[in-house]
């Protein structure tokens, strides 16, 4: 974190090193290639720039790069939209001018909260590129009540996902969570990489967890714009979620999660009955932030 001419190498190089020679349409010469998949030379003849200068920018020298030049190296490289993005970040980051950008908001302002309020039926709550989770409705609290149990705020998906023993029960598909989560986290770098509260976050899950470390080095990112979520809540048991993560306008690196079951579903009806129990025990879900609408000053840790 924070050193973006090493981002860009490691991504351009580890990019690079996944695509052979035939996938690429080269012919391959011999069976003894010194690197894994493309040379760099093949990615400059292929992009249209020369070796020297695709070397200089798979050193970290992105700064001043052209949109065209992007546009090639995302073509060679066969990098899909999030991938593509992320270079476009790095190339943005590696110039002085993204270093003074402002840092992701820690906090929503109070008509965030009553929209969530206003969605009574589904479970909903908005998070920050970091994963915090700054606000969230009655359900969604409900929902996430094992993440919500935490001691540490703000309250964090992936340090749950990666830290918290409960996570591996919580989530169905674990591995997948936290592939995605990693990936997630990686694209927000590349869009803040000074951003001081993700360093730290970063550095607490290298520290503390191998599997993140192992994650983090793949240099993989991810959207989570919508898809399926498995979960398997305390009280209601297995749930198969569809879920929904939008971007809000008025809120700049905020999105909002909205989670759903088709009506008449075995979830759905899961739903009715997490409902129901979230409606007596709404006094042990911590509130994620400072502009909770319901303090609860018995908050329940590990």
Same mark, same amino acid.
């Given at each position: 974190?924070g050193?973006v001419?090493a981002d $860009? #190498?490691?991504?351009?190089?580890?990019?690079?090193?996944?695509?052979?020679?035939?996938?690429?349409?080269l012919?391959?010469?011999?069976?003894n290639?010194?690197?894994a998949?493309?040379?760099r030379?093949e990615v400059?003849?292929?992009?249209?720039v020369? &070796?020297?200068?695709? &070397?200089r920018?798979e050193?970290g *020298?992105?700064a001043?790069?052209s949109?065209s030049?992007l546009?090639a190296?995302a073509?060679?490289? #066969?990098?899909d939209?999030?991938e593509?993005?992320h270079?476009?970040?790095?190339?943005?980051?590696a110039?002085?001018?993204?270093?003074?950008r402002?840092k992701?908001?820690?906090? =929503?302002?109070?008509? &965030?909260?009553?929209?969530?309020?206003a969605?009574?039926?589904a479970?909903?709550?908005?998070? *920050?590129?970091?994963?915090?989770?700054?606000?969230?409705n009655?359900m969604?609290?409900?929902?996430?009540a094992?993440v919500f #149990?935490?001691a540490?705020?703000p309250?964090?998906?992936? @340090?749950f996902?990666y830290?918290?023993?409960?996570?591996r029960?919580f989530w169905r598909?674990?591995?997948? $969570?936290a592939?995605?989560a990693?990936?997630m986290?990686r694209?927000?770098?590349?869009?803040?990489?000074?951003?001081?509260d993700l360093?730290?976050?970063?550095?607490?899950?290298?520290?503390q967890?191998?599997?993140? @470390?192992?994650?983090?080095?793949?240099?993989d990112?991810?959207f989570?714009?919508?898809?399926?979520k498995?979960l398997?809540?305390?009280? =209601?048991?297995?749930l198969?979620?569809?879920?929904?993560?939008?971007e809000?306008?008025?809120e700049p690196?905020?999105?909002?999660?909205v989670?759903?079951?088709?009506a008449?579903?075995?979830?759905?009806?899961a739903?009715?009955?997490?409902?129901?129990?979230a409606a007596?025990?709404?006094?042990?879900?911590?509130e994620?932030?400072?502009?909770?609408k319901h303090?609860?000053?018995?908050?329940?840790t590990e």
């Amino acid at each position: 974190m924070g050193d973006v001419r090493a981002d $860009i #190498k490691e991504f351009l190089s580890s990019r690079r090193a996944r695509i052979s020679p035939e996938e690429a349409g080269l012919p391959a010469y011999g069976g003894n290639r010194r690197v894994a998949g493309l040379r760099r030379e093949e990615v400059a003849m292929l992009a249209g720039v020369s &070796v020297d200068y695709y &070397v200089r920018l798979e050193r970290g *020298n992105l700064a001043g790069a052209s949109e065209s030049v992007l546009d090639a190296l995302a073509r060679t490289l #066969k990098l899909d939209e999030a991938e593509r993005e992320h270079l476009f970040d790095l190339a943005r980051a590696a110039g002085p001018a993204r270093r003074n950008r402002s840092k992701p908001s820690g906090t =929503v302002r109070p008509e &965030v909260q009553q929209v969530l309020d206003a969605m009574a039926d589904a479970p909903a709550w908005v998070r *920050n590129g970091r994963h915090d989770i700054l606000a969230a409705n009655r359900m969604g609290r409900a929902l996430y009540a094992p993440v919500f #149990k935490s001691a540490h705020r703000p309250v964090n998906t992936t @340090r749950f996902t990666y830290l918290d023993p409960a996570a591996r029960e919580f989530w169905r598909d674990y591995d997948q $969570i936290a592939n995605d989560a990693a990936a997630m986290l990686r694209l927000e770098a590349g869009r803040h990489p000074h951003d001081p509260d993700l360093i730290r976050l970063v550095g607490e899950l290298s520290t503390q967890s191998e599997l993140f @470390r192992d994650r983090w080095a793949s240099r993989d990112v991810v959207f989570h714009r919508s898809g399926l979520k498995r979960l398997h809540h305390p009280v =209601v048991g297995d749930l198969d979620l569809n879920y929904q993560s939008m971007e809000l306008p008025s809120e700049p690196g905020l999105v909002l999660n909205v989670y759903t079951a088709p009506a008449g579903s075995p979830t759905a009806d899961a739903l009715q009955l997490l409902a129901s129990w979230a409606a007596t025990h709404d006094d042990e879900f911590a509130e994620p932030g400072p502009t909770a609408k319901h303090p609860q000053p018995g908050r329940s840790t590990e």
